[in-house]
């Protein structure tokens, strides 16, 4: 059968994501992806360390980094971005930023990370409060707050589950529950932590019952990703990528709604 009246493939864009050994949600970066992007992902070295600041502190070393970045070279990516979340904070922003030199003196390409990209998304919606949700233990958690507070960013409420492997496993309806906890009415968006962690379903899911915008951090990581493309993430209705649904001013609380919302966290 010929095929050539269709002209062959449509050329590609590449992007390049380096993520830790661990990394387990190849699938829900590329949902995120329109058709004429391709995601090339490569992994940092395994180590025997549960995740903890040890962990995100090993697999952030520059020389690591480096090598990662070096073995997407030859494909060409038009942008690289680091797809770790607690690997991208543990150091602060100077870490951060440090990070992303290295990554592009590695690969002669723009390069981002997850940490950087959730602080443009955070400038992007003019958040200054900020309710988080990790998967992290109290001490990893603990950093996560310290580096949006660096930014100017106020926390003001958290809810964390503790774990330490197989964060992937996690699943919607805990996620959700976690949400619900941490956002506190004084909140202007959510943001849900941990490349690992699933948040696709569920950013439009939560952003309809918390009346706020919600960003995680895979949907950061592609944004940032693909806005240095000069292109957008793909998905459902969601205020990062879509300007219609972020929130206008806010309706004050009147004196006699008080009590109907006391149940609200």
């Keep these: 059968m010929d095929l ?121 919606l003019g958040i200054r409060r900020l309710a988080l949700v990790t998967p992290y233990t109290v001490s990893v958690t603990r950093s996560l707050e310290e580096y949006v507070a660096e930014a100017g960013v106020t926390v003001t409420g958290c809810a964390f589950m503790g774990l330490t492997r197989h964060i992937w496993k996690v699943p919607y309806r805990e996620v959700v529950a976690m949400a619900h906890k941490a956002v506190r009415r004084d909140a202007d968006a959510l943001f849900i932590s941990c490349t690992n962690l699933p948040t696709y379903d569920v950013i439009p899911q939560l952003e309809a019952e918390l009346r706020l915008p919600v960003i995680s951090a895979n949907q950061v990581t592609m944004w940032a990703a693909l806005r240095r493309l000069g292109t957008r993430a793909m998905g459902p209705y969601q205020a990062l990528i879509d300007p219609a649904a972020r929130p206008g001013p806010l309706r004050p609380v009147l004196p006699d709604e008080e009590q109907q919302q006391e149940g609200w966290t």
Excluded: K, N
């Excluded at 940092?44 to 020389?63: F, G, I, K, M």
């Excluded at 038009?78 to 030199?101: D, H, L, N, P, Q």
């Design 4 to 124: 050539s009246f269709l002209g062959g493939p449509r050329p590609q864009r590449g992007v390049g994501v380096v993520a830790p050994f661990d990394f387990a949600l190849d699938r829900e970066l590329w949902r995120w992806v329109p058709d004429e992007i391709s995601l090339h992902l490569t992994r940092t070295p395994y180590v025997p360390v549960e995740v903890s600041l040890d962990l995100a502190r090993l697999v952030s070393e520059h020389e690591t980094l480096h090598d990662a970045v070096r073995t997407l070279h030859a494909i060409t990516p038009e942008v690289v971005a680091y797809a770790c979340t607690s690997g991208s904070f543990v150091g602060g922003i100077a870490g951060e930023r440090a990070m992303c030199e290295a990554m592009t003196r590695a690969g002669a390409v723009p390069s981002l990370t997850t940490s950087g990209a959730l602080l443009e998304a955070l400038a992007e």
